[in-house]
């Protein structure tokens, strides 16, 4: 093929939960400081897929509908895989809202469009038997036993040496059933918003049709997973830190600015890193760059993503040779 005829180079892009604040206002400011280098990327001749996280966003909507749901019975209490929806919706609107009015402003030619998206599991992985992904607010423990009395349902755990956070199960993406339609919007000159909050799970019943199950999906697992449905060259994770620690929060703390594999796989089984946090990202970069030879993936801050795009910030993993 001709240098010509080549298509763009393809980026997947995740912006983390906890990187867009935990109110409106934060989630606005972030955002508005992520478009101008989401509209650059562009600018220089990719193509952008978004993905984003949202557990702090389902946490606050469970939350405020738990206390409503007390005050006044008639309101109902909202399940995971739908408030994975709605999160998907309203931080993909805010997307989608800060990109076209940047687009517009610059007179530039490309569409954006959220795509709500479902991601097949397994309704027999193992993770159902043990929760262990954190989701949602911090809580001390006495906020922990409180709730836990009210509902014994409830499972906690402590994350990060920050608190304790709701745990519930996270099986694998399998499957991203609005592949296609993400695919079809890039070859039409759209930037694709999709995989909000690692999709919302659902299990293939035996008919061949698609029940939504309780459970949420790692975002940077389903970001990966996206990047190699839609060939992408580079995995972008962005989060609150700027750089993938060793030894994290303690005296000897080592920042990281290129990682082999290798390393980082004897990183993980050593535990450096955090479950609820670090660990998932560095899975998902590590799983990008051994899919295929010259796959870059990344793991910087939000407000730095330019200079991790360029190589100036950032943790860079180097696949095998």
């Known amino acids: 093929m001709s240098e010509e005829l080549k298509r763009p ?18 989630e606005m400011d972030a ?11 562009a600018k220089m001749g990719n193509e952008i897929i978004i993905t984003h996280g949202n557990g702090p966003q389902v946490g606050m909507f469970q939350n405020a509908m738990r206390i409503a749901h ?36 610059q007179n530039l030619p490309w569409h954006v469009a959220t795509i709500i998206t479902r991601i097949e599991v397994d309704k027999d992985d193992p993770a159902f038997t043990d929760p262990e992904k954190p ?13 836990v009395k009210e509902d014994p349902s409830l499972q906690f755990m402590e994350d990060s040496g920050r608190g304790c956070r709701r745990a519930v199960a996270s099986p694998e993406p399998k499957r991203i059933l609005e592949a296609a339609s993400i695919l079809n919007l890039i070859d039409n000159d759209f930037i694709a918003i999709a ?3 690692g999709g919302i799970p659902v299990a293939k019943q035996e008919d061949g049709t698609y029940q939504s199950i309780p459970c949420v999906l ?8 996206l990047a190699e449905d839609c060939d992408a060259e ?26 082999s594999v290798a390393d980082a796989e004897r990183f993980l089984a050593e535990g450096q890193f955090g479950k609820g946090s670090m660990e998932p990202k560095v899975k998902a970069a590590i799983r990008f760059v051994k899919s295929k030879p010259g796959r870059v993936a990344i793991i910087g801050k939000l407000d730095k993503a330019p200079e991790a795009f360029k190589g100036q910030s950032g943790t860079r993993f180097i696949g095998p040779s």
């Open 218 to 225: 790692d975002k940077d697992l389903a970001s990966e997973l």
């Open 9 to 26: 180079n393809r980026v997947v892009i995740a912006l983390g939960g906890n990187s867009l604040g935990n109110s409106a206002e934060e």
């Open 234 to 259: 580079m995995l972008i994770l962005l989060t609150g830190v700027e750089y993938v620690s060793i030894n994290f929060g303690r005296p000897d703390q080592e920042d990281l600015k290129n990682l």
């Open 31 to 41: 955002i508005n400081k992520a478009v101008p280098f989401l509209i650059e990327l």
């Open 135 to 147: 989701i949602g607010a911090f809580f001390t423990p006495s906020q922990v036993m409180d709730m």
């Open 195 to 197: 995989c909000g909050g």
């Open 70 to 105: 007390q005050m006044a019975g008639r309101f109902p209490l909202i399940d995971l895989t739908d408030s994975v929806a709605i999160t998907q919706g309203f931080i993909g609107y805010h997307l989608q809202q800060g990109l076209v009015n940047e687009i517009i402003r």
